[in-house]
């Protein structure tokens, strides 16, 4: 019951792959993540009750989800009561076709856009593309990844993947010219080109990153100013929020506005954030619809393990940190959710295809675990869905016969002989090394990428009974 | 079924059971060192230029600011700090393309700023105006009076007087971290951002 852009078309290995191919991508990506991860160490550091901010933050969520009706409907009535409309979608498709609605509604030709990673999940781009509607990105990074005609791989900046140099030539390329790559010159370009536009806009259209149920205030944290000119000069503001933005009270942002910047581009807070309560009489839009959606993330409040994942409040340091995302970057997730957090909640979101194989994306280091400003437990949650997914039957037969052997310390016993018997013959052609690199097919799966050991010549219960006999 | 009857009973089935305890053992008063300084330091990390001065040499200093500006926009309760400005001061109504003439800067209070993280939060009040007005000119000039300047988030946001006015809070010039992801200044909101800070 969900759908938009967080479904894998290629299994993870394949897609992983071919991006691992590109040295130009691998070297953009750790530039890029070892700056951030530098930065957000040290601003972590200077706030000495960072773990009691983690803490909160991860309860207060715990919190909203086991009250989320009943919070949702309160958001509804103070939201409502201060001038919005609020607007219901069960799913990708039924949210792009309100929000499409309403714009048509205005009579807009172009939509003038906050970054939003709600609005790129349900793929509302395109479907306003498909009504004729054009569909202004203004965030830096998102303007990039329009401009090239290619799809965000990072969370917080979705042209991570690209260098200043190929930022340059993808401006050019669109009639926007800097003077040179630097990054000042390129943001000058990029605010030359979306001056008229912010100016002339009539609909904007956000996200957000908390809603406050007891006041129905929406807020919105940015660097730019693109955000704050989407939401104050257009007449009609529509904002698309996933059901599990809502907090409970104000002072709840206290948590959040400390976690958030901090954990997301390593500043001690972000140049702009903006609240908003329905509408202000001669103060910015006179007209505000909130679009509340679900798709999927009910099917993921049901998982007891990995509801947690709804906890994320979508800052990126788990990816920064993630030795698996540095290599392959953001495409290979195949969903507008990479990296660790992408790993499991993509496929909670939506079961399809080849989400299924994203569990795997990860070496369960842990980093993830430590960077996670709400202590969502991803590993915990990747281990989990590995559990519960769906095996091949020969592995599921290996597995049942390993757990049978393994459950009686005579068969045990008997098995590790047997075991070494057979691998005798393998161990002169192995050598010294104990080990064998290549099998024939179909233990040519596991060699191509590892060693297989061999069983050691002497267990460890052979060797205590030898040495005390 | 209603979708938002659908989603409503979707989230009744799936919600856990167990209430939650929220522990709140972090710091909410947050006092200490000198919060005057620490405001000054983390404004000028953020590339905001930082002017002190007492009551009496307020008008002064904002008129030597302004020197370059073409016109100033000051809403009603800022306009007494233009005593010593001898340009032309815009009054509302202002359209956007007023507000983004070139050379056009905007002076405004605010209405609690926090030291910890340089951040001034601006809730529409008479020496503020509408949130149009600190967005749109290249140049932003703020004054803050210490006594406003409060040590952390928390503190901060128990202050403002009616959270649901339109709320904007601002640390440093306007920047991205787009390009490689390190901060530049200076996108779409006002490049430049001068602080007064009174005491």
């Given at each position: 019951?969900?759908?938009?852009?967080?479904?894998?078309?290629?299994?993870?290995?394949?897609?992983?792959?071919?991006?691992?191919?590109?040295?130009?991508?691998?070297?953009?990506?750790?530039?890029?993540?070892?700056?951030?991860?530098?930065?957000?160490?040290?601003?972590?550091?200077?706030?000495?009750d960072?773990?009691?901010?983690?803490?909160?933050?991860?309860?207060?969520?715990?919190?909203?989800?086991?009250?989320?009706?009943?919070?949702?409907?309160?958001?509804?009535?103070?939201?409502?009561?201060?001038?919005?409309?609020?607007?219901?979608?069960?799913?990708?498709?039924?949210?792009?076709?309100?929000?499409?609605?309403l714009?048509?509604?205005?009579?807009a030709?172009?939509?003038?856009?906050?970054?939003?990673?709600?609005?790129?999940?349900?793929?509302?781009?395109?479907?306003?593309?498909?009504?004729?509607?054009?569909?202004?990105?203004?965030?830096?990074?998102?303007?990039?990844?329009?401009?090239?005609?290619?799809t965000?791989?990072?969370?917080?900046?979705?042209?991570?993947?690209?260098?200043?140099?190929?930022?340059?030539?993808?401006?050019?390329?669109?009639?926007?010219?800097?003077?040179?790559?630097?990054?000042?010159?390129?943001?000058?370009?990029?605010?030359?080109?979306?001056?008229?536009?912010?100016?002339?806009?009539?609909?904007?259209?956000?996200?957000?990153?908390?809603?406050?149920?007891?006041?129905?205030?929406?807020?919105?944290?940015?660097?730019?100013?693109?955000?704050?000119?989407?939401?104050?000069?257009?007449?009609?503001?529509?904002?698309?929020?996933?059901?599990?933005?809502?907090?409970?009270?104000?002072?709840?942002?206290?948590?959040?506005?400390?976690?958030?910047?901090?954990?997301?581009?390593?500043?001690r807070?972000?140049?702009?954030?903006?609240?908003?309560?329905?509408?202000?009489?001669?103060?910015?839009?006179?007209?505000?619809?909130?679009?509340?959606?679900d798709?999927?993330?009910?099917?993921?409040?049901?998982?007891?393990?990995?509801?947690?994942?709804?906890?994320c409040?979508?800052?990126?340091?788990?990816?920064?940190?993630?030795?698996?995302?540095?290599?392959?970057?953001?495409?290979?997730?195949?969903?507008?959710?990479p990296?660790?957090?992408?790993?499991?909640?993509?496929?909670?979101?939506?079961?399809?295809?080849?989400?299924?194989?994203?569990?795997?994306?990860?070496?369960?280091?842990?980093?993830?675990?430590?960077?996670?400003?709400?202590?969502?437990?991803?590993p915990?949650?990747?281990?989990?869905?590995?559990q519960?997914?769906?095996h091949?039957?020969?592995?599921?037969?290996?597995?049942?016969?390993?757990?049978?052997?393994?459950?009686?310390?005579?068969?045990?016993?008997?098995?590790?002989r047997?075991?070494r018997?057979?691998?005798?013959?393998?161990?002169?052609?192995?050598?010294?090394?104990?080990?064998?690199?290549?099998?024939?097919?179909p233990?040519?799966?596991?060699?191509?990428?590892?060693?297989?050991?061999?069983?050691?010549k002497?267990?460890?219960?052979?060797?205590?009974?030898?040495?005390?006999? | 079924?209603?979708?938002?009857?659908?989603?409503?009973?979707?989230?009744?089935?799936?919600?856990p059971?167990?209430?939650?305890?929220?522990?709140?053992?972090?710091?909410?008063?947050?006092?200490?060192?000198?919060?005057?300084?620490?405001?000054?330091?983390?404004?000028?990390?953020?590339?905001?230029?930082?002017?002190?001065?007492?009551?009496?040499?307020?008008?002064?200093?904002?008129?030597?600011?302004?020197?370059?500006?073409?016109?100033?926009?000051?809403?009603?309760?800022?306009?007494?700090?233009?005593?010593?400005?001898?340009?032309?001061v815009?009054?509302?109504?202002?359209?956007?393309?007023?507000?983004?003439?070139?050379?056009?800067?905007?002076?405004?209070?605010?209405?609690?700023?926090?030291?910890?993280?340089?951040?001034?939060?601006?809730?529409?009040?008479?020496?503020?105006?509408r949130?149009?007005?600190?967005?749109?000119?290249?140049?932003?000039?703020?004054?803050?009076?210490?006594?406003?300047?409060?040590?952390?988030?928390?503190?901060a946001?128990?202050?403002?007087?009616?959270?649901?006015?339109?709320?904007?809070?601002?640390?440093?010039?306007?920047a991205?971290?787009?390009?490689?992801?390190?901060?530049?200044?200076?996108?779409?909101?006002?490049?430049?951002?001068?602080?007064?800070?009174?005491?």
């Open positions: 019951m969900s759908g938009g852009h967080i479904v894998a078309r290629r299994p993870f290995p394949v897609a992983a792959r071919a991006e691992l191919g590109d040295a130009q991508l691998r070297a953009n990506l750790r530039k890029a993540t070892h700056t951030i991860r530098d930065k957000r160490l040290r601003v972590v550091g200077e706030v000495p960072w773990e009691a901010l983690r803490q909160a933050g991860a309860a207060i969520k715990d919190d909203v989800l086991a009250r989320l009706p009943e919070l949702l409907e309160q958001f509804e009535a103070a939201a409502t009561a201060a001038g919005a409309t609020v607007h219901w979608a069960r799913d990708a498709a039924e949210a792009c076709a309100v929000v499409t609605g714009v048509r509604d205005t009579g030709a172009e939509v003038v856009k906050v970054k939003s990673m709600a609005t790129q999940e349900i793929g509302l781009n395109e479907a306003l593309e498909a009504a004729g509607i054009a569909a202004v990105e203004t965030d830096l990074a998102e303007l990039i990844v329009q401009l090239a005609g290619d965000p791989s990072h969370i917080l900046v979705p042209a991570i993947h690209y260098n200043r140099a190929q930022i340059r030539e993808i401006f050019s390329r669109n009639g926007l010219s800097a003077r040179t790559d630097d990054p000042p010159a390129l943001a000058e370009a990029a605010r030359r080109h979306l001056r008229a536009k912010f100016l002339s806009a009539r609909v904007g259209i956000s996200g957000a990153n908390f809603a406050v149920a007891e006041s129905g205030t929406l807020v919105v944290v940015e660097s730019e100013g693109n955000g704050r000119m989407c939401l104050t000069l257009p007449e009609t503001l529509i904002s698309v929020v996933g059901i599990e933005k809502i907090l409970p009270t104000f002072r709840d942002l206290e948590v959040f506005l400390q976690l958030l910047p901090r954990s997301s581009t390593g500043e807070m972000n140049p702009y954030t903006s609240l908003w309560t329905g509408v202000t009489p001669g103060d910015g839009p006179q007209t505000l619809h909130i679009v509340l959606v798709n999927g993330r009910t099917e993921t409040l049901a998982d007891s393990v990995g509801r947690q994942a709804l906890r409040i979508r800052c990126s340091a788990c990816l920064n940190v993630c030795p698996v995302y540095e290599r392959v970057g953001g495409h290979a997730y195949g969903s507008v959710y990296g660790p957090i992408g790993a499991i909640l993509s496929p909670q979101m939506s079961g399809e295809g080849a989400n299924r194989t994203l569990p795997y994306a990860s070496t369960l280091c842990g980093a993830c675990y430590d960077a996670c400003p709400v202590r969502i437990n991803i915990e949650v990747l281990v989990h869905l590995r519960t997914g769906p091949p039957p020969a592995e599921r037969a290996a597995m049942r016969a390993l757990s049978w052997a393994m459950r009686d310390r005579r068969r045990y016993t008997a098995a590790l047997a075991a018997r057979g691998a005798a013959p393998i161990r002169l052609v192995a050598g010294r090394r104990g080990a064998v690199r290549h099998l024939p097919w233990l040519s799966k596991w060699t191509s990428t590892r060693d297989a050991p061999l069983p050691a002497q267990t460890f219960r052979e060797w205590w009974a030898h040495e005390r006999a | 079924m209603s979708a938002r009857d659908e989603v409503l009973r979707r989230v009744r089935a799936a919600r059971s167990a209430p939650v305890d929220v522990p709140r053992d972090y710091r909410t008063v947050d006092g200490g060192a000198d919060l005057v300084d620490l405001f000054v330091d983390r404004l000028i990390d953020y590339k905001a230029t930082v002017r002190r001065c007492d009551p009496g040499g307020l008008a002064g200093a904002v008129g030597e600011l302004l020197s370059d500006a073409s016109a100033v926009v000051a809403p009603a309760g800022a306009r007494a700090w233009l005593a010593a400005y001898p340009g032309r815009l009054r509302e109504p202002l359209t956007v393309t007023d507000l983004d003439a070139a050379g056009v800067a905007v002076l405004t209070g605010c209405a609690v700023a926090v030291a910890r993280t340089g951040t001034l939060i601006l809730d529409a009040g008479p020496d503020q105006g949130r149009a007005l600190s967005l749109v000119p290249d140049r932003h000039v703020c004054v803050v009076h210490s006594g406003q300047i409060v040590g952390g988030v928390p503190e946001l128990a202050r403002l007087a009616d959270p649901t006015r339109p709320l904007t809070l601002i640390s440093g010039p306007s991205t971290s787009d390009i490689e992801l390190n901060r530049v200044e200076g996108v779409h909101g006002p490049r430049r951002l001068d602080v007064v800070v009174v005491d």
